[in-house]
């Protein structure tokens, strides 16, 4: 056949509406199915269930510390088990973040997936705390002599705190309950200290005592901590103590949390965050980072490490990270705010997901992209979702029939692989400043039982709603955050 007739041919095609077939990319991906075993592990308060911080080295220009999933201090579960719960938790905190980000619009966005009880779980939120623990714990020492604390990292909260004696209502921890009246370095705050007043509502000052305290409440579900803000002195890895730290001393404690964590660690950006603390104490502190291990991985009986840098260290390794500019929410300064304008699918973009579908409104916070370390699905604003998820259908047709599948039918996109190789369509997410985040197929198409049934890891929430970067995208890259530069980095391969 001769050009001319081959263009004929192209010509004849578009006049008479048939579409050009398109040239999907496609990875290799050999699922690995959840075992049907049930784990028993030692108990939470065995060294060899817990974050080892002697494990991690140390420098002098950061402060560093090994993490570890919640899932590793499961006791009697199956990994089919443990997915169940970390969606069921999942769903409260989406619901958290998007009525937190936007209050006066949440109340009208009802999440096309991923939230099964539609909008029972979006209640008036009164704090800037999650509605969980959190996924992953970091072991930190507070107090002298120093005793040590597992707190759940959290990148949504700024409040810093764990459960202290006397306890008037405590939960079950791992590991003892802090006293500060054991401590030489524990130190009352005045209700006019600078720490104090960024509470904001979140505090206030005891009227007898002229002491600062705080109150984080989470609305309708019940989950409540409530004690003395104070100085106290956190050791890090290899024995890095930071003195003057502000936390809060939580004497009245109850709700969703539970053990392991003691309490939350906040890396959000507000002024009484624990990065932005650490920086303010005179530390050359500008940056922290992350790195999770493979989600799936870090389940009972495994040894598996993530691990988080504070200081100069953090941005450290190689390849270096890629940064794209952070925005702010006016109405919720806490969270982190990317701009996330567009998606791939067997490296070709989806029309139906752009900037402008996913641009924050500042004023009112609807919209806009964050990026949370305690959030495991990443949800797309609605119409953005659809388009994602109808674009990888039609790139993964020769994975078979679409099913509604995982714990409570939460995904709505499965396919079963049965544990063999097959080609899976590549998917990217792309970033203002040209950064483009390749995931591995891990990252988007998770195994959900023991039969080999794989399910997209995506899901969707109201139109114009926030949309959340979670977890499972983010494992196995280093994720940076510059605070001073108001930006973050991603460097892939670097845990």
Not at 90 to 99: C, N, S, V
Request: charged letters at 15%; glycine letters at 12%; one cysteine or more.
């Amino acid at each position: 056949m001769t050009m001319a007739s081959s263009c004929i041919l192209l010509l004849l095609a578009a006049a008479a509406g048939l579409a050009t077939p398109v040239e999907y990319q496609y990875h290799s991906y050999a699922v690995t199915p959840l075992s049907p075993h049930t784990y028993s592990v030692p108990a939470a308060d065995d060294d060899g269930a817990r974050a080892r911080q002697e494990d991690v080295a140390v420098s002098p220009s950061a402060l560093h510390v090994r993490l570890l999933h919640r899932d590793s201090f499961a006791v009697n579960a199956t990994p089919a088990q443990l997915l169940a719960r970390r969606l069921q938790r999942d769903e409260l905190r989406a619901a958290w973040i998007i009525k937190a980000a936007a209050p006066a619009a949440a109340a009208n966005d009802t999440p096309v997936v991923g939230l099964s009880s539609g909008g029972a779980f979006v209640a008036p939120v009164v704090s800037r705390a999650p509605t969980t623990s959190g996924e992953y714990m970091a072991k930190i020492a507070v107090g002298t002599p120093a005793v040590e604390a597992l707190l759940a990292m959290d990148t949504g909260s700024d409040i810093t705190w764990l459960q202290c004696q006397p306890c008037r209502r405590c939960y079950p921890q791992s590991g003892p309950v802090f006293d500060p009246r054991h401590s030489t370095s524990y130190r009352e705050m005045g209700y006019d200290a600078p720490d104090c007043q960024a509470l904001g509502r979140s505090g206030g000052g005891d009227a007898k005592r002229m002491t600062c305290v705080y109150a984080v409440g989470y609305g309708d579900d019940g989950s409540t901590t409530v004690g003395d803000f104070i100085e106290e002195t956190l050791t890090f890895a290899g024995g890095v103590q930071v003195p003057h730290m502000s936390i809060g001393c939580g004497h009245d404690n109850k709700g969703l949390f539970a053990a392991p964590a003691a309490g939350i660690l906040g890396l959000g950006r507000g002024q009484i965050s624990c990065p932005s603390q650490i920086a303010a104490l005179g530390y050359n502190v500008t940056s922290f980072s992350y790195c999770l291990a493979d989600f799936f991985l870090s389940s009972p009986g495994r040894s598996v490490s993530s691990t988080l840098t504070i200081g100069d260290g953090a941005a450290a390794g190689s390849p270096p990270p890629s940064f794209t500019p952070t925005v702010q929410n006016l109405n919720m300064a806490t969270f982190y705010y990317v701009r996330l304008v567009g998606v791939s699918v067997g490296g070709v973009r989806v029309p139906g997901v752009t900037e402008d579908d996913l641009k924050l409104d500042p004023y009112t916070g609807r919209g806009g992209v964050i990026l949370d370390s305690g959030t495991a699905v990443t949800r797309l604003a609605r119409r953005a979702y659809i388009a994602f998820r109808d674009a990888f259908r039609a790139a993964a047709v020769d994975l078979g029939q679409v099913s509604i599948g995982g714990p409570s039918g939460f995904f709505d996109t499965c396919y079963t692989m049965g544990g063999r190789a097959m080609k899976v369509p590549t998917v990217s997410m792309h970033f203002a400043g040209g950064v483009e985040l390749t995931l591995p197929p891990k990252n988007y198409l998770i195994p959900v039982d023991s039969m080999g049934t794989v399910c997209f890891a995506f899901a969707g929430t109201g139109d114009r709603s926030v949309s959340i970067i979670g977890n499972i995208q983010q494992q196995g890259f280093r994720v940076v955050y510059n605070i001073g530069g108001g930006r973050v980095g991603f460097a892939p391969n670097s845990c």
